[in-house]
């Protein structure tokens, strides 16, 4: 008899430190899932403060005479397909992709535009658009800081799920992997100088 109560007391040891270590591990994964889902709303403040610079930016373009409407239009377009996106948590990769595609397709036609204004030195001198240039150059520092963060998040919780015995846990309770921003095509090529 006692030998059978100590049984029962090591199997019992045994299931609440299972459980202890089950419940210690899901509740890191939802922790550490809530922090990416707070750094993916970081990103998406600051990619709205970039897209709501942009109808000030353009109505003082706009007063430029004879400026490209072209430009203006692509620019105004692209942040129309930006605005459409939304997600109520971190996306999982095909919507990150979406996502990354709507805003690349946003900073090229910002780009076009800062490009061709160049050609307007009256508008460039306007101390309205030089105010809109440069808070735009800050919020573009305030993106790459917020994608690394998301990204740190990103990792840590990837790196968690990804452990044993928590990846067991993590596939019966429907914890999977998270993406990552990744560097944009082109990007990492620096500009070539010709002299």
Do not use: H
């Not at 780009?111 to 309205?128: F, I, M």
């Not at 429907?174 to 993406?179: C, E, L, Q, R, Y």
């Amino acid at each position: 008899m006692s030998k059978g109560l100590i049984g029962c007391g090591v199997i019992l040891a045994i299931a609440l430190v299972l459980a202890a270590t089950g419940v210690g591990s899901y509740n890191r994964l939802v922790e550490l899932d809530e922090g990416v889902d707070n750094a993916w709303s970081q990103v998406e403040n600051v990619y709205q403060r970039r897209a709501d610079l942009i109808p000030n930016l353009v109505a003082t373009v706009k007063g430029a005479k004879e400026f490209e409407q072209e430009t203006l239009t692509q620019v105004v377009e692209a942040r129309a397909k930006v605005g459409q996106i939304n997600f109520e948590s971190a996306p999982d990769a095909g919507q990150l992709a979406q996502f990354e595609a709507a805003q690349s397709q946003l900073s090229s036609a910002l780009s076009r535009l800062l490009v061709v204004v160049e050609r307007y030195p009256d508008l460039k001198a306007t101390e309205a658009f030089r105010d809109f240039q440069a808070q735009l150059e800050g919020t573009e520092n305030r993106i790459t800081v917020e994608r690394k963060r998301f990204n740190d998040a990103t990792l840590a919780y990837n790196k968690t799920r990804r452990r044993f015995p928590t990846i067991l846990l993590a596939k019966i309770m429907g914890f999977s992997d998270k993406p990552y921003f990744e560097a944009t095509p082109g990007a990492e090529e620096p500009p070539k100088v010709e002299f």
